[in-house]
């Protein structure tokens, strides 16, 4: 059975860091291509990051793209996203996905809620 | 920047057919994807390579593609296919962006 779970959510400041994590199991991690999207409350889905099976290609979404980092720890069945410089914006439940052949999501986690706010 | 444009709302009686359309300039040379989001749930892929359907996803749901537009339809919506619809495309460059969304209502 495929499993995502988030976790690292929380409330934080903005200007500050934070983060995100992804456990995955139930199949070869480091097989697959992972995204990182988010959904702010309300509101429609937003592409975010994804990194390349073995962690050698990253690609930003221009809006967070020099504050966020993905990566991955393959030996631990891990995703990251490390989100610097945190806005008010940046406010949404963030998901990981499994992207079974170029963009073709089959497996999201449940989300991870993420709120910017002084 | 990459825009995937779609319409905020359709309705449907059920039984009766959805159509959802999905625009931008991307699809001239990438296939779309569909996901289908209910309340407080995380997205299902219910097509992708424009016409492909996952294991598991009711025949009812079918892609179809032409030029800048690609459509997913509902054919004999049911109440349980009441949900958000988002489409989601390769942007180039290992870039990908999801469409605007649409609400379905099946009443």
């Known amino acids: 059975q495929v499993l995502l779970e988030e976790s690292g959510g929380g409330v934080v400041q903005p200007g500050r860091s934070l983060r995100l994590s992804c456990a995955a199991s139930?199949?070869?991690?480091?097989?697959?291509?992972i995204h990182w999207v988010r959904q702010a409350p309300g509101k429609g889905l937003e592409w975010v990051a994804l990194?390349?099976?073995?962690?050698?290609?990253?690609y930003y979404a221009d809006s967070v793209k020099g504050r966020f980092i993905i990566s991955r720890d393959n030996s631990k069945n891990t995703l990251y996203l490390q989100m610097n410089t945190l806005s008010v914006e940046d406010t949404a439940f963030y998901y990981c996905a499994r992207d079974e052949d170029d963009g073709a999501i089959d497996h999201w986690g449940q989300g991870t809620l993420v709120t910017v706010s002084s | 920047s990459y825009e995937l444009t779609q319409p905020s709302s359709v309705s449907v009686s059920p039984g009766q057919t959805a159509r959802i359309t999905c625009s931008g300039d991307v699809l001239a040379k990438k296939t779309g994807r569909w996901f289908q989001q209910k309340p407080g749930q995380a997205p299902v892929l219910v097509i992708y390579r424009d016409t492909e359907r996952p294991s598991g996803i009711p025949e009812r749901f079918s892609g179809s593609s032409s030029g800048t537009t690609v459509t997913l339809t509902i054919s004999g919506a049911q109440v349980e296919d009441e949900a958000d619809y988002y489409c989601f495309s390769a942007a180039g460059n290992n870039l990908y962006v999801f469409g605007t969304g649409t609400k379905v209502t099946v009443l």
């Open positions: 990194i390349w099976h073995d962690g050698s290609k990253k």
């Open positions: 139930g199949f070869s991690f480091d097989d697959f291509v």
